[in-house]
């Protein structure tokens, strides 16, 4: 009995077809393949900001100062 071939993994194929022609410059592109890169961009964007604002910002002194504000 033969195996049945693998199924490809569904959310590797729609995160990273946008970028399977990136760096081909004929023609056109669709308009899926322009909100897949937007949607990727927006993303990839949002879980860097995520990540890099609590490193560079102390959020103590945001609450401390919140609190004597309130206090006045």
Do not use: C
């Not at 199924?7 to 194929?13: A, D, H, S, W």
């Not at 990839?44 to 100062?65: C, H, K, N, R, W």
């Amino acid at each position: 009995m033969e195996d049945a071939p693998a199924k490809p993994n569904t959310f590797l194929l729609v995160a990273l077809y946008p970028y399977r022609d990136l760096l081909e410059f004929s023609g056109r592109t669709a308009r899926s393949t322009f909100w897949l890169h937007v949607v990727m961009a927006y993303l990839f964007g949002y879980a860097l900001t995520i990540i890099v604002l609590p490193m560079l910002f102390d959020t103590t002194s945001f609450q401390e100062a919140a609190m004597m504000a309130e206090n006045e």
